[in-house]
């Protein structure tokens, strides 16, 4: 029982610690400038077909111009790692365009052209809105779950402790160990 | 007022059950937590058939439409992300409190007689879980989901002569398709919970309640001595406040890390054309997909993830000891929980790309490990030294 509750403890650290270690910006003024900066640049290619923007380029124009289709944006921030980490994966995309021959080092070989320009003074800026915007697009229920979640567990955590006395009261005066007058087995 | 209830207890035997299951089911005064996850497992089985029932009334099992609804329901349903995220949660919980459940009967002796037959109805009742787990992951249509049932699906072509039949018939087409999804939704949310599940669960518990709990000392308790007290309201009051600390850990994970309990690959839909690059199962499955990969064929694969289960069945078999319980047995002890650390591992080998000849090594010997405990049992009492009879408690 030692060991479980230590990997318990363990686990609920490292989850915690894993979850709140977020490089993108979640406020709710950098959604909205993310949201901004998609519908003047992103959706001039990409689709979010969850929130309205519908594909602006047919899919043969696009294989034409890029050689390749624009994915939908609506769910990218959850397809592309959990938690938060799928929209610091779209951060880090954004900002490791470079001159290599390979367009991008981190993301080598990507149909798309540099989305904002590398000497944009507000380049980091700008890509984290754009991953602040991507992840609320694909959790819209993020904040709502975040206040709720506190309630239910802040009550949970009231009713355990009510029914933690329970048990020990209608336990009072009862033995945990046997009486040693079991039979044979 | 009395003439309703006596009306029913004439016709029905409501209080004779009640007595019987409930409220005078005699149980040992000793046990621990661990004995706990049975109801834990009956609590999350409820979670997931009522989370489940209302993710039914907006999905869409259709392939062109099931991930547009899984959306729906995410965005536009009342609560419905909330619904979704328990269910979805909820599968992760019902398996982990299953293992603990599984592994507190190892470590005690439960399969032991008189219980083989309840060991029994467990592993029937593990195998259903995993079905319905694998024809549930198929439902949200996402890039995994389809990638996983066809990858499983394909293993049953392994069996002779009808192998290729088998396949096709179980998927209702040459390839994973929507008659797939459709016949998945069928067994999801009506055979399995319903046929399956809930009569095992009702057997599983029949049986329970026929030979009594096991406990932590492994001995026979007297029924009627003074070792047992009432399951009401000693244990359903242990069990509640137990389950509200299961309850706290649950809600953290739906709330707050609830992408956790799922695959990012499956936010996205099905692409026919190229098998993602790295094919993972949910973490529950992990131990027994490791053992599929470890064995270089596929149907040998195929036959030792199906032994790695059936053999725990053997277990009353294989373990010849009288003594029950792993506290009084020092060698037994220690190679359990050598066992569960190498089940952890298994899982862990599982979850990495089998590129690399170290995680195929790792897994050969893990496999290997997992098989040598079943192998080492039959032989234990030939030197094993039970500690003596914990005052006098069996012969």
Not at chain 1, 153 to 158: C, F
Not at chain 2, 71 to 99: C, E, K, P, T
Not at chain 2, 219 to 242: S, T
Not at chain 2, 354 to 380: D, E, H, K, M, Q
Request: glycine letters at 8%; hydrophobic letters at 50%; aromatic letters at 14%.
């Amino acid at each position: 029982m030692k060991v479980l509750r230590a990997l318990f403890l363990a686990g609920c650290l490292y989850a915690v610690a894993a979850g709140g270690a977020a490089a993108v910006d979640l406020s709710p003024d950098s959604i909205g400038a993310g949201r901004k900066l998609f519908e003047s640049d992103c959706s001039n290619c990409h689709a979010m077909k969850y929130l309205g923007y519908a594909a602006p380029l047919p899919p043969e124009a696009a294989m034409k111009a890029f050689g390749d289709v624009p994915p939908d944006l609506s769910l990218m921030a959850a397809a592309r790692g959990r938690g938060t980490s799928g929209a610091e994966y779209v951060y880090r995309l954004l900002t490791s365009y470079d001159d290599t021959p390979r367009k991008n080092s981190v993301f080598p070989d990507l149909s798309m052209p540099e989305p904002i320009p590398r000497d944009d003074p507000k380049l980091r800026e700008k890509a984290g809105q754009a991953a602040a915007f991507l992840y609320q697009a694909a959790f819209p229920e993020f904040r709502t779950r975040r206040t709720v979640g506190t309630y239910v567990i802040a009550y949970t955590a009231l009713l355990t402790a009510l029914l933690y006395l329970l048990y020990r009261s209608v336990w009072k005066g009862i033995s945990h160990s046997l009486s040693g007058k079991a039979r044979g087995g | 007022m009395t003439r309703v209830p006596q009306w029913l207890q004439d016709r029905f035997p409501l209080r004779e059950l009640l007595e019987r299951h409930v409220t005078e089911y005699p149980a040992p005064r000793n046990l621990n937590y661990l004995w706990s996850f049975g109801a834990l497992a009956l609590l999350f089985l409820a979670i997931q058939i009522v989370t489940g029932l209302w993710l039914a009334m907006y999905y869409k099992p259709d392939a062109k439409l099931a991930f547009d609804s899984v959306q729906h329901i995410m965005r536009d349903v009342n609560w419905g992300w909330l619904i979704r995220y328990l269910h979805a949660v909820g599968a992760s919980g019902l398996f982990f409190v299953v293992y603990l459940h599984v592994g507190r009967g190892m470590y005690y002796g439960s399969y032991k007689e008189p219980r083989e037959l309840l060991w029994w109805i467990g592993i029937a009742l593990f195998f259903a879980l995993m079905a319905q787990a694998f024809t549930g992951y198929l439902l949200p249509w996402g890039n995994m989901s389809y990638w996983s049932a066809t990858v499983i699906t394909s293993l049953f072509g392994v069996v002779p002569v009808v192998g290729e039949q088998l396949v096709t018939w179980l998927r209702g087409d040459f390839a994973v398709g929507d008659a797939t999804l459709n016949r998945f939704f069928a067994f999801h949310v009506a055979l399995f919970p319903v046929a399956v599940i809930g009569g095992l669960v009702v057997l599983h518990l029949t049986a329970l309640h026929r030979v009594g709990s096991n406990n932590p000392e492994g001995v026979d308790l007297d029924k009627h001595g003074p070792d047992v007290i009432p399951f009401f309201p000693y244990y359903v009051a242990k069990d509640l406040w137990f389950a509200g600390l299961a309850l706290i850990a649950y809600f953290a994970v739906v709330f707050f890390l609830p992408t956790y309990a799922m695959e990012p690959l499956n936010w996205e839909p099905p692409d026919l054309l190229a098998t993602p690059g790295h094919l993972v199962p949910e973490w529950y499955f992990l131990p027994f997909y490791a053992v599929l990969r470890s064995v270089p064929s596929k149907p040998g694969g195929a036959v030792a993830m199906q032994a790695a289960i059936l053999i725990v069945a053997l277990l009353p078999y294989l373990d010849r000891s009288p003594v029950r319980s792993a506290r009084h047995r020092p060698v037994k002890r220690v190679l359990t929980l050598l066992f569960f650390v190498n089940f952890a591992v298994l899982g862990w080998v599982g979850a990495q790309p089998p590129s690399s000849a170290g995680v195929l090594l790792a897994g050969r010997v893990t496999t290997a490990i997992y098989f040598l405990y079943f192998a080492l049992l039959p032989l234990l009492p030939r030197f094993e030294r039970a500690r003596p009879a914990a005052k006098g408690r069996w012969a």
